[in-house]
């Protein structure tokens, strides 16, 4: 368990933030004094995570995602906040260091959070906080966690000096579509690494749909996709456009990504309230539905994902559906079940989906390809996907 | 019968440099048989990868397999080798056309065998509590044949109940054979799957692999005995010899710290480095194993297989690629290059010790001759350490010191590279003489690394105090880590042999050891016990690197 070894005094410059730093460290030196038979103390830091938080709430929500993480990330995290922003200029900020025991409790691992209030016109130069107080020569993982303004100055300068963006497009506004639409501009121009709580998500769902696909004898089947259908939730009473479909989007995206598919056209809304796209895979048509579904489940959340592929005479139609804990995949192979499978796989929390944002490199180059088909059927012209992170 | 003879067929052991199938082309037409067909898997396999598996935790599922389990009442069984089945079951790991067969000579049925099973998983399994619905699920595939192991129409009804498996569960003929069985059953059970035809893999589907246990044999002969016997059925591409240690965490990690940092190659040679030390030390006495210990002795135990494993792994060249025949082509030639130490060196360069009553952690424990099952006039070897040359170009001339025991202070596993002292002693005014810097990897307990090197005292003066640095696994990704026989069984499954070892590894592994005990047999009989329980060993051990100027690192 976490403990707070340090709740220092507000700081109310960088220098004093740096001095509160120190302290809190030279304070735990002190605490450690003779525990340790020769090793010195050595903080661990693997990353600066930095948070955009804009509100109080926002930011004690994140600081506690934050804190969990720590034992697998620890990092420096800056938490930043804008308070009164018509007021003087000056900034608030609280330093925090965190002991997290090892699982084996022979040893502890270090985090520090500052957090920072940033007022009046200094709110509007963050990046001048939060330059010097970064761990030299560490990765620099941008947390904004909610509505980013992408196409904005303070966008600009805060996504200059990060190695990577985490965001969580399924709680933006609205449909989500223009941001998403404006996040596969950013990223496809500036190359930088995302990762969007919204796509990591379905990582359940992507090995779900994978599996369908193990058997050699029905990948071929990938190679002949005519159709893949997305159903979300959407609220009884509430017209569809409502829900937040950045996740079902992210399906079809995905999917178009790894399996060669070109956008022929891109995403329009029907009068029944779903939604379609044309995409091409070789030399076939393959529609794309995004169809709206009563559901207990939040608005917005994907219900089922459909595959319906033609191989030859044979027809097989992958369909997977989730719960909060487990996943099913049920294969049809001409109408005739053929497989069926329930995966013991919950949906991730928070917690993991920033363990993962921090962690996935191995994801980057499947995330920037499926954020640039996303961009595609929203028709913003994105540039063809390329290495993350060669900026 | 279904299958061929194989006891007419020749052996089918690879040379040395054969069997690292990437070195020459083929030269017998079984050799180039095998190239075609392993050469045909990876045309077939890289053809038809599962482009959606990509960016996930596998980049290719394994294939539809029978998991046969061959001694699967036995301790391994329960405590290692089915907890990481449902483990592998439970993170989704395993296909949905799986089924598990356990193999073993008292009667049970499925049921019962199962209820065993969920019973083990309560004391065994790392993740607790075990989960009823995916246990429910993996249940459904496991049954049970009975089966004395030299039973041949038993093996014959094995092979039908896992060509009805085939059907029932679309298991595809794929089937690990995992044997968790006395060593001496190895060859009887290798030569029933070879009479049965069910060691005979085919080009329309079907793959056959074998996991073995350690030991490989108990000397040099008995492992070319036990590999020709082995590959007379097998091709070394199916036999799968398992050392959990290669499984671990951090015995991979030494692999990504090695060659996945640039600033360590430029120093990792003779030019640089004064000795290496490699500890296994082991607190704990024989615990219940006495009777297996005296049969088995520290050099058999470890330093035939976890010493010479590291040893490989610090003193390899850079593979090619991480394949797994490039791998380990890397790590045999090692081991070729260290000569096999004549009596004379084994009187000079090795100690062996037992240890006596004495203290660890503070409680007073019995000498091994004590122990249950150990001969009260045991010459049992429960400590050795030796001094070992590569000879080869880049580690001519540094020393490699090994020591491993029971019934040491404490538990730890590590391997320490000294470095050189600096040509010219700036400092020699000072206080202290700064002591030569050392790169220590720690395997275990506290997995971690840590580079000792000098730092000025703060102050007016010169004072050099010799200061470490400490990365520590732990403290850095405080995260699960896979138990090694999950990642072993699961790099089985997919055909990655790179963590297995290797017939010509063993061999050669022996072809040092086996002197050793030789030389030792004939020497007089050891003065038996010759250092206290809870001390670092004999004091000839000591000896070993006092003479060199040298001494063993204190952990």
Redesign the interface.
């Known amino acids: 368990m976490a403990q707070d070894l340090a709740a220092a005094p507000i700081a109310r410059s960088v220098p004093e933030i740096e001095r509160q730093l120190a302290a809190a460290w030279a304070a735990e030196r002190e605490r450690r004094a003779g525990r340790t038979e020769?090793?010195?103390l050595?903080r661990?830091s693997?990353s600066n995570l930095v948070v955009v938080a804009g509100q109080p709430e926002t930011a004690q929500r994140c600081a506690a995602i934050v804190g969990a993480t720590a034992?697998?990330h620890?990092s420096r995290t800056l938490i930043l906040g804008v308070a009164d922003p018509d007021g003087p200029a000056g900034l608030e900020a609280r330093v925090e260091a965190l002991s997290?025991p090892?699982?084996?409790g022979?040893?502890?691992?270090?985090a520090e959070t500052v957090y920072v209030a940033a007022r009046g016109e200094t709110g509007r130069h963050l990046a001048s906080i939060i330059l010097p107080l970064l761990v030299h020569d560490l990765p620099v993982a941008l947390w904004w966690p909610v509505d980013p303004q992408f196409h904005s100055h303070r966008a600009d300068r805060l996504l200059a000096l990060a190695d990577r963006l985490i965001v969580d497009g399924s709680e933006w506004a609205g449909d989500g579509l223009d941001r998403l639409a404006a996040l596969a501009d950013v990223a496809g121009r500036s190359r930088l690494p995302v990762a969007d709580f919204a796509l990591l998500r379905q990582?359940r769902w992507?090995?779900a749909?994978?599996?369908v696909?193990?058997?050699?004898d029905l990948?071929p089947h990938?190679r002949s996709v005519r159709a893949i259908t997305v159903e979300f939730a959407t609220v009884e009473g509430q017209p569809a456009y409502l829900a937040n479909i950045v996740r079902p989007v992210y399906h079809v995206a995905w999917?178009a990504s790894?399996?060669?598919m070109s956008v022929v056209t891109p995403m329009r809304s029907e009068p029944d309230g779903c939604r379609t796209a044309v995409l091409r895979q070789g030399g076939h048509a393959v529609a794309a539905e995004w169809r709206p579904a009563s559901s207990d489940l939040g608005p917005g959340s994907t219900v089922r994902v459909e595959i319906v592929s033609r191989h030859g005479r044979d027809e097989l139609a992958g369909v997977v559906a989730a719960d909060e804990r487990s996943v099913q995949v049920t294969v049809q192979d001409r109408g005739r079940e053929r497989?069926h499978?329930?995966?013991?796989?919950p949906r991730l929390r928070e917690v993991e989906l920033l363990e993962r944002a921090i962690d996935d490199r191995?994801?980057d180059?499947?995330?920037a390809e499926a954020l640039a088909v996303a961009g595609r059927l929203l028709a913003v012209d994105v540039p063809a996907a390329g290495r993350p992170g060669a900026r | 019968m279904r299958g061929r003879d194989s006891g007419q067929r020749e052996p089918r052991t690879m040379s040395p440099r054969r069997a690292s199938g990437a070195s020459e082309p083929p030269r017998t037409a079984r050799e180039l048989r095998e190239a075609r067909l392993v050469a045909h898997r990876r045309r077939r396999a890289d053809a038809?990868a599962?482009?959606?598996?990509?960016?996930?935790?596998l980049d290719?599922?394994p294939d539809?397999c029978a998991f046969v389990l061959l001694g699967a009442t036995g301790d391994l069984a329960h405590r290692k080798v089915l907890p990481a089945i449902y483990e592998l079951w439970?993170t989704?790991l395993l296909?949905?056309?799986f089924s598990v067969v356990a193999v073993a000579r008292r009667p049970y049925t499925d049921e019962s065998f199962a209820a065993e099973v969920r019973a083990s998983l309560a004391r065994y399994s790392r993740v607790q509590p075990v989960?009823e619905?995916?246990w429910a699920?993996l249940a459904r595939r496991i049954t049970y044949h009975q089966l004395d192991f030299g039973d041949g129409p038993g093996f014959e009804r094995l092979s039908a109940h896992l060509d009805q498996l085939d059907a029932a569960h679309?298991t595809a003929g794929n089937r690990l054979f995992y044997l968790a069985v006395q060593p001496s059953q190895v060859t009887e059970i290798v030569r029933q799957i070879g009479q049965t035809g069910m060691d005979h893999e085919s080009r329309s589907g079907g793959w056959r692999r074998v996991v073995i246990e350690k030991p490989f044999g108990r000397d040099s002969e008995s492992a070319r005995h036990l590999n020709h016997e082995v590959t007379r059925v097998l091709r070394e591409s199916q036999v799968y010899r398992i050392d959990h240690y290669l499984g671990k965490e951090t015995v991979r990690n030494l692999l990504v710290f090695r060659f996945g940092n640039g600033i360590f190659e430029p120093v990792w040679n003779r030019s640089y480095v004064d000795h290496v030390q490699i500890t296994v030390a082991e607190s704990i006495g024989v615990e219940t194993r006495g009777s297996f210990y005296e049969e088995t002795g520290a050099a058999r135990d470890i330093l035939q297989n976890h010493l010479l494993q590291l040893l490989s792994l610090v003193a390899m060249e850079p593979p090619t690629s991480f394949e797994a025949d490039a791998l380990r082509d890397q790590k045999v030639e090692v081991l070729r290059a260290m000569a096999p130490p004549d009596p004379d060196a084994v009187r000079r360069s090795i100690v062996r010790g037992q240890y006596g009553l004495g203290w660890v952690r503070g409680t007073a424990v019995a000498g091994y001759r004590e122990e249950p099952e150990v001969d009260p006039l045991s010459e049992t070897e429960t400590y050795v350490a030796g001094r070992f040359i590569i000879d080869d170009w880049r580690w001519s001339g540094v020393p490699f010191y090994l020591r491993a025991g029971k019934r040491l202070p404490e538990r730890a596993t590590e391997i320490a590279v000294q470095f050189k002292e600096v040509p010219l002693r700036l400092f020699r005014e000072t206080s202290g003489d700064p002591e030569p810097n050392v790169l220590t990897m720690r395997i275990q307990?506290?997995e971690g690394i840590l580079l000792r090197f000098a730092a000025k005292v703060p102050g007016l003066g010169l004072d050099v105090r010799t200061?470490?640095?400490?990365?520590?696994y732990?403290?850095?990704?405080?995260?699960?880590s896979p138990d090694a026989y999950e990642t072993l069984i699961l790099d089985a499954l997919l055909g990655d042999a790179s963590l297995f070892t290797r017939a010509d590894e063993v061999e050669a592994a022996w072809g040092i050891v086996t002197p050793m005990i030789e030389g030792w047999a004939a020497m007089p009989a050891p003065r038996f016990p010759n250092y206290p329980a809870g001390t670092w060993g004999p004091e000839e051990a000591e000896q070993l690197l006092a003479r060199e100027g040298r001494r063993w690192r204190r952990i």
Not at chain 1, 213 to 216: E, F, G, I, N, V
């Open positions: 020769s090793h010195v050595a661990s693997v034992g697998r620890p997290i090892t699982p084996s022979a040893a502890l691992t270090g990582y992507r090995e749909l994978a599996s696909y193990d058997l050699p990948r990938l999917l790894r399996l060669g497989a499978r329930i995966y013991a796989a191995a994801g180059r499947i995330a | 038809s599962n482009p959606l598996r990509a960016g996930l935790r290719r599922a539809p439970r989704n296909p949905a056309e989960d619905s995916v699920e679309g307990p506290d200061v470490n640095m400490d990365f520590d732990g403290t850095s990704f405080v995260a699960d």
